[in-house]
């Protein structure tokens, strides 16, 4: 965005002088607004089949949309990398390593020993045969041997630097580099500052104010610290955080390894102290972080050795993993996007695994600000009267495409004197015979005047209002909710038509009336978010008979209109009322369900209603018996496929609008 920069003092920049860059103050506000008309189409869709609303919303942010991640795809990433760490690595690297340095130091010395003839080398070789099998026992009993060979000795030197580098790269990052080729004094100072970070922690866990303290700490021993923590409590959440994860990378190991380990540790640089420190320490921040995950493991089965400090930062890359599959998962209570960690998200699977989780995020804020779910008194969610608007008019859109396919029918708009107003204007034409529109055909006549043309008034300036010719209708929609609606996946379909048309009345036929009724063991008047989140129940029964009725009686509250009932069903009728409200189910129909039905077909043709049945699925009793409607009513019948129900019944009721 162009912000200007001002001169010294109150005078006004100079023309020119801008700088462009980054919009930080809020959003954006010439970015487009957010398009959520996709979301909507698939929270829509499983709602309709019968999904909580709150569940609709985890199931999209879980899905993701056509161009974006879903937090499903992130999380498998996620599953993919912790999978491969494990089976391309192994934890046991520092035994190894130490192994081949003890193999190369004793082959060396033997090698040295049996260049000489004197009793003290055989002694010496004897001595070498006896030691333990084990690694740490063989480095532990080797620690005052006096070593013959020059490049045993430095072989062994190896193994202590090795093992004391690597204890310390468990818990301080970078340390393992920095004490490559450590001298006596780097090492005393090591072991000085575990000691001094002991003594703190012991004062803080005492609950003394270690304030100064801690600064003092820092001063003097802030390089092996690069987190550069700023409080006690800092330095002890980032200490805590590696200690832990070096303890489940030794869990992680076999027992036999685990004991060869902390037996090679009294080895390290040649100095028990320091592994008695860094054991002070670890039982400090275990009792300092309880909720740490100290009793974990991880499995690694793969060739690549890890060394200590190297399987821990594993551990730790596990645990980050571990923790960001929860956070996707959004499984737990008051889970929300907000609650991913972006930065870790972004270390772990890159840049755009970043963008798509802020997406997600953004859309599900989006969503809430757009009041796509109400409470209702209940305290469910439900859609929105809006929400319900943007799903009707996407499934209409999508008839509409369908429409555009078929056999070319299109809605004639004439215009007459009786016809609303479109809102719409044009240029008057010999034998139009509409009202003018005033302010447009005296504006028409100021602007050519203004052209110069002298005339107060032309016939070229003068405007007529549009109007449409509409007969307003009543329009009974009746959709079978019967089972079978639903297992044969008809259950969507149906109320997206129901949708479809819904908006269609309502934003391009206001006039008309439109009942959507139910029908199953029982017909009922439903509005359209009873529809939309309709769930399917087990429930035998396809009373036709009780719908009908309801139509009738919505036919008779708007006498009016011109009557129109639609009946969408896959089933012939299998139950019917008594005059007592109870209704009646058998299969096969029986007598008196066919003929109370058909009785309540001739009430509707007596009403001269426009009947018209979308018959569903292919049964020839259900085919038998619609066609015994179509001649009793003078109705038709329609049998469309699932894709094109929404087409059939949006075009049929604009025929018989027309008609």
């Given at each position: 965005?162009?912000?200007?920069?001002?001169?010294?003092?109150?005078?006004?920049?100079?023309?020119?002088?801008?700088?462009?860059?980054?919009?930080?103050?809020?959003?954006?506000?010439?970015?487009?607004?957010?398009?959520?008309?996709?979301?909507?189409?698939?929270?829509?869709?499983?709602?309709?089949?019968?999904?909580?609303?709150?569940?609709?919303?985890?199931?999209?942010?879980?899905?993701?949309?056509?161009?974006?991640?879903?937090?499903?795809?992130?999380?498998?990433?996620?599953?993919?990398?912790?999978?491969?760490?494990?089976?391309?690595?192994?934890?046991?690297?520092?035994?190894?390593?130490?192994?081949?340095?003890?193999?190369?130091?004793?082959?060396?010395?033997?090698?040295?020993?049996?260049?000489?003839?004197?009793?003290?080398?055989?002694?010496?070789?004897?001595?070498?045969?006896?030691?333990?099998?084990?690694?740490?026992?063989?480095?532990?009993?080797?620690?005052?041997?006096?070593?013959?060979?020059?490049?045993?000795?430095?072989?062994?030197?190896?193994?202590?630097?090795?093992?004391?580098?690597?204890?310390?790269?468990?818990?301080?990052?970078?340390?393992?580099?920095?004490?490559?080729?450590?001298?006596?004094?780097?090492?005393?100072?090591?072991?000085?500052?575990?000691?001094?970070?002991?003594?703190?922690?012991?004062?803080?866990?005492?609950?003394?104010?270690?304030?100064?303290?801690?600064?003092?700490?820092?001063?003097?021993?802030?390089?092996?610290?690069?987190?550069?923590?700023?409080?006690?409590?800092?330095?002890?959440?980032?200490?805590?955080?590696?200690?832990?994860?070096?303890?489940?990378?030794?869990?992680?190991?076999?027992?036999?390894?685990?004991?060869?380990?902390?037996?090679?540790?009294?080895?390290?640089?040649?100095?028990?102290?320091?592994?008695?420190?860094?054991?002070?320490?670890?039982?400090?921040?275990?009792?300092?972080?309880?909720?740490?995950?100290?009793?974990?493991?991880?499995?690694?089965?793969?060739?690549?050795?890890?060394?200590?400090?190297?399987?821990?930062?594993?551990?730790?890359?596990?645990?980050?993993?571990?923790?960001?599959?929860?956070?996707?998962?959004?499984?737990?209570?008051?889970?929300?996007?907000?609650?991913?960690?972006?930065?870790?998200?972004?270390?772990?699977?890159?840049?755009?695994?970043?963008?798509?989780?802020?997406?997600?995020?953004?859309?599900?804020?989006?969503?809430?600000?757009?009041?796509?779910?109400?409470?209702?008194?209940?305290?469910?969610?439900?859609?929105?009267?809006?929400?319900?608007?943007?799903?009707?008019?996407?499934?209409?859109?999508?008839?509409?495409?369908?429409?555009?396919?078929?056999?070319?029918?299109?809605?004639?708009?004439?215009?007459?004197?009786?016809?609303?107003?479109?809102?719409?204007?044009?240029?008057?034409?010999?034998?139009?015979?509409?009202?003018?529109?005033?302010?447009?055909?005296?504006?028409?006549?100021?602007?050519?005047?203004?052209?110069?043309?002298?005339?107060?008034?032309?016939?070229?300036?003068?405007?007529?209002?549009?109007?449409?010719?509409?007969?307003?209708?009543?329009?009974?929609?009746?959709?079978?909710?019967?089972?079978?609606?639903?297992?044969?996946?008809?259950?969507?379909?149906?109320?997206?038509?129901a949708l479809a048309l819904h908006h269609l009345v309502s934003t391009r036929f206001r006039g008309d009336a439109l009942q959507i009724i139910t029908f199953g063991r029982h017909a009922q008047e439903v509005d359209l978010a009873q529809l939309t989140g309709l769930e399917g129940v087990w429930e035998q029964g396809t009373n036709l008979h009780h719908a009908l009725l309801l139509a009738g009686r919505h036919l008779r509250r708007n006498s009016d209109a011109?009557?129109?009932?639609?009946?969408?069903?896959?089933?012939?009728?299998?139950?019917?009322?008594?005059?007592?409200?109870?209704?009646?189910?058998?299969?096969?129909?029986?007598?008196?369900?066919?003929?109370?039905?058909?009785?309540?077909?001739?009430?509707?043709?007596?009403?001269?209603?426009?009947?018209?049945?979308?018959?569903?699925?292919?049964?020839?009793?259900?085919?038998?018996?619609?066609?015994?409607?179509?001649?009793?009513?003078?109705?038709?019948?329609?049998?469309?496929?699932?894709?094109?129900?929404?087409?059939?019944?949006?075009?049929?009721?604009?025929?018989?609008?027309?008609?």
């Open positions: 965005m162009a912000a200007e920069i001002p001169d010294e003092g109150p005078r006004r920049p100079r023309p020119g002088r801008y700088s462009y860059g980054r919009f930080y103050d809020g959003p954006d506000p010439l970015a487009p607004p957010f398009d959520i008309r996709e979301a909507m189409d698939q929270l829509g869709r499983d709602v309709m089949e019968g999904t909580s609303p709150r569940q609709a919303m985890r199931e999209l942010m879980r899905r993701g949309l056509r161009d974006q991640q879903g937090l499903d795809d992130l999380q498998r990433r996620l599953n993919e990398q912790r999978r491969r760490l494990q089976r391309e690595n192994r934890i046991d690297g520092t035994l190894q390593e130490i192994r081949e340095l003890l193999d190369q130091a004793l082959e060396a010395e033997r090698n040295s020993l049996q260049a000489e003839d004197s009793d003290d080398a055989r002694f010496r070789e004897m001595s070498l045969d006896a030691l333990p099998d084990s690694t740490a026992g063989a480095v532990n009993e080797l620690q005052n041997y006096d070593w013959r060979n020059a490049e045993a000795r430095q072989a062994f030197q190896q193994i202590q630097d090795l093992m004391g580098r690597e204890a310390l790269d468990q818990r301080f990052q970078g340390m393992k580099e920095a004490m490559e080729n450590a001298t006596p004094e780097d090492v005393e100072q090591v072991r000085e500052m575990l000691s001094d970070l002991n003594d703190l922690l012991e004062a803080h866990g005492r609950g003394e104010d270690t304030t100064e303290r801690f600064s003092e700490f820092m001063g003097k021993h802030g390089q092996y610290f690069p987190e550069n923590p700023s409080t006690t409590e800092e330095l002890i959440d980032i200490l805590a955080q590696r200690s832990a994860a070096a303890q489940r990378m030794m869990n992680s190991l076999s027992a036999e390894q685990r004991a060869e380990l902390e037996g090679l540790m009294q080895s390290a640089f040649g100095d028990p102290r320091l592994a008695e420190q860094l054991s002070r320490l670890d039982s400090q921040l275990q009792a300092m972080r309880p909720g740490e995950d100290w009793d974990s493991e991880g499995r690694f089965r793969g060739d690549n050795p890890m060394g200590m400090g190297e399987a821990t930062r594993a551990m730790e890359q596990l645990a980050q993993l571990d923790s960001l599959s929860e956070q996707l998962s959004q499984s737990y209570p008051g889970a929300r996007m907000e609650d991913i960690d972006l930065e870790a998200l972004e270390a772990s699977l890159g840049r755009q695994a970043r963008v798509d989780a802020q997406r997600l995020a953004e859309l599900e804020r989006e969503l809430e600000n757009q009041g796509v779910f109400e409470r209702g008194p209940d305290g469910s969610l439900t859609l929105s009267p809006k929400a319900l608007r943007q799903l009707g008019q996407s499934a209409l859109r999508d008839v509409v495409g369908s429409l555009s396919t078929r056999r070319g029918e299109r809605e004639t708009q004439r215009s007459g004197a009786a016809g609303e107003a479109s809102g719409a204007t044009r240029p008057w034409a010999f034998g139009d015979t509409e009202r003018w529109d005033t302010s447009r055909t005296l504006l028409n006549a100021e602007l050519r005047k203004a052209g110069g043309d002298p005339r107060a008034l032309d016939v070229t300036d003068v405007e007529i209002v549009e109007t449409e010719q509409r007969t307003r209708a009543a329009v009974a929609l009746c959709v079978d909710t019967s089972w079978s609606m639903v297992a044969d996946g008809r259950w969507v379909p149906m109320k997206r038509t011109a009557p129109v009932v639609l009946v969408v069903t896959d089933g012939e009728p299998t139950a019917h009322l008594e005059p007592d409200g109870h209704a009646v189910f058998d299969y096969p129909p029986t007598p008196e369900t066919l003929r109370a039905t058909l009785n309540e077909v001739d009430v509707i043709a007596r009403l001269k209603a426009a009947l018209t049945v979308f018959m569903l699925g292919e049964d020839p009793r259900l085919e038998a018996f619609v066609d015994m409607v179509a001649r009793r009513s003078g109705g038709r019948v329609v049998a469309p496929d699932l894709d094109g129900l929404g087409a059939a019944v949006v075009s049929d009721y604009l025929h018989s609008r027309r008609r």
